[in-house]
């Protein structure tokens, strides 16, 4: 993208904002927003606009919520398209939540997850290493999914390479069966540069996560 594109794209994304601001429910303004998002690099600024038309709309607006998401899907990570599916059918997203990002405008990002641009910090990210672990080795079956899938949506939308390194190290140490759900986490990360872009090319990334292979004892 050229210079002069993306700053148009991000003028129109701070317009959009600050019409949202005064009528969140304008589903034409978040949309319209979504797609100056889209036009920018980086996949922060789409979840951010997401997380705001999730929460500005009314709960009725389930296809547009649907549309939505369906455009922003392939710049988001799986497990944070996972976790916005699971809200594009009822009640609007809640004001403080972990999808919010630094971008968003109707909703602050929930402290119980660091947000990626706060940079949690090595020992929050090791204790939900701990959490997953402890989950998924002794847990209730039920319980254990609900963790996993939400580590694993953590991990995705706040960039936490350590807190996944960790929990699959120690999970492969005990033999415990890593999914499909892994995997592509794992591919996620490994393209996923400092700033929030990905990479154009993931074998020249200068900081990488080691793989399963790698983090075997």
């Given at each position: 993208?050229?210079?002069?594109?993306?700053?148009?794209?991000?003028?129109?994304?701070?317009?959009?904002?600050?019409?949202?601001?005064?009528?969140?429910?304008?589903?034409?303004?978040?949309?319209?927003?979504?797609?100056?998002?889209?036009?920018?690099?980086?996949?922060?600024?789409?979840?951010?606009?997401?997380?705001?038309?999730?929460?500005?709309?009314?709960?009725?607006?389930?296809?547009?919520?649907?549309?939505?998401?369906?455009?922003?899907?392939?710049?988001?990570?799986?497990?944070?398209?996972?976790?916005?599916?699971?809200?594009?059918?009822g009640h609007p997203l809640p004001r403080v939540h972990p999808l919010a990002t630094r971008w968003s405008v109707l909703v602050q990002?929930?402290?119980?997850?660091?947000?990626?641009?706060?940079?949690?910090?090595?020992?929050?990210?090791?204790?939900?290493?701990?959490?997953?672990?402890?989950?998924?080795?002794?847990?209730?079956?039920v319980e254990a999914n609900r963790v996993e899938r939400a580590f694993l949506d953590h991990c995705v939308s706040c960039q936490d390479k350590l807190a996944f390194m960790l929990a699959a190290r120690e999970l492969r140490r005990r033999e415990v069966w890593l999914g499909a759900d892994w995997r592509r986490a794992e591919a996620w990360l490994q393209q996923c540069l400092p700033d929030g872009a990905r990479a154009p090319d993931a074998g020249a990334q200068a900081a990488r996560i080691p793989s399963f292979d790698e983090t075997s004892p």
């Open positions: 993208m050229s210079a002069a594109a993306d700053l148009e794209a991000r003028r129109s994304y701070r317009d959009c904002a600050r019409r949202l601001r005064e009528r969140p429910e304008a589903a034409a303004t978040h949309l319209a927003r979504l797609d100056a998002a889209l036009a920018m690099d980086g996949a922060e600024p789409v979840q951010g606009a997401l997380a705001d038309l999730f929460a500005g709309l009314p709960a009725a607006a389930t296809g547009v919520r649907q549309a939505a998401l369906r455009l922003a899907a392939p710049r988001l990570g799986p497990h944070v398209a996972d976790a916005f599916e699971r809200h594009a059918h990002p929930s402290a119980e997850v660091p947000a990626r641009v706060r940079r949690g910090s090595p020992d929050a990210s090791r204790r939900l290493a701990d959490d997953v672990v402890a989950a998924l080795c002794d847990g209730a079956p």
